[in-house]
């Protein structure tokens, strides 16, 4: 074999090597969401961060919105229609009723590189429920920009229910407003789906049209430049397999 075919057989081996290389990695990643999580949506993005991510925590719960991870009203911190947390070490709880965590106190205790908020379809139940709503998102942002971790925002997808999918646009203009004030990435779901017909209650998707979702946001993310969170030391080995709602 000539030494300059030999050359291109390497270069070819070596960029096609590149191409496979799997995207950077991150430490620590936490995952919240509402009852969309709850399904195939959200186990399709837990899964594709725990094959690359040493530590994965997810959180979600049926009926949330912001206002419900951030409030101090005992009354708004539990959930009696759906449960799901998956933690750190593949410990998985997923219940009908359970007592919500302290989304502030799981960014303290976690500590996340990257943190993804996939919240939004329950604050469109009415105009004014959107804007009593963006305080907590705002909020949100905040804190996990203080916490130095980097800031991803799933927005609500398509809906065929009203009043949601009435409001669904100006939710969508609202959080993705507050997004690029507080330099979180925002994922409009508006544009990768397209509510199934023939579906029941206009809101949620069956486990087919859930999983591609999913699938099309982690393509959306994989394609973000995610820098690498400063000032993160990994939590202590006690703290990362708390059960949700244990204090």
């Not at 070819?12 to 990643?29: G, I």
């Not at 993005?45 to 997810?58: G, Y």
């Not at 919105?65 to 947390?85: H, I, V």
């Not at 508006?190 to 982690?218: C, E, F, M, R």
């Amino acid at each position: 074999m000539s030494p300059v075919k030999s050359f291109l057989i390497l270069g070819l081996l070596f960029f096609n090597t590149a191409q496979a290389a799997p995207e950077k990695s991150l430490d620590r990643v936490l995952l919240l969401g509402d009852s969309h999580a709850y399904g195939k949506y959200g186990e399709v993005l837990d899964a594709h961060f725990r094959t690359s991510a040493k530590q994965v925590t997810s959180y979600s719960s049926c009926g949330s919105s912001p206002s419900t991870w951030t409030t101090t009203t005992a009354n708004f911190k539990s959930t009696n229609c759906g449960f799901w947390k998956k933690s750190a070490a593949d410990r998985e709880t997923r219940v009908k009723s359970h007592k919500l965590p302290s989304f502030n106190s799981e960014l303290r205790n976690l500590r996340p590189q990257l943190t993804v908020i996939t919240l939004g379809t329950n604050i469109l139940a009415s105009p004014g429920n959107i804007s009593s709503e963006k305080k907590h998102i705002e909020s949100m942002m905040k804190a996990i920009r203080a916490q130095g971790s980097e800031c991803v925002w799933v927005g609500p997808p398509d809906l065929a229910k009203a009043p949601f999918s009435k409001n669904l646009q100006s939710g969508v203009e609202t959080i993705k407003a507050l997004a690029e004030k507080n330099q979180c990435h925002f994922i409009d779901s508006t544009k990768l789906t397209q509510y199934p017909s023939g579906k029941s209650d206009g809101i949620h998707y069956g486990p087919n049209d859930s999983a591609k979702w999913g699938q099309a946001v982690v393509e959306k993310i994989k394609g973000l430049k995610l820098k690498s969170a400063q000032g993160t030391p990994s939590p202590a080995a006690t703290k990362t397999d708390t059960p949700a709602g244990v204090r």
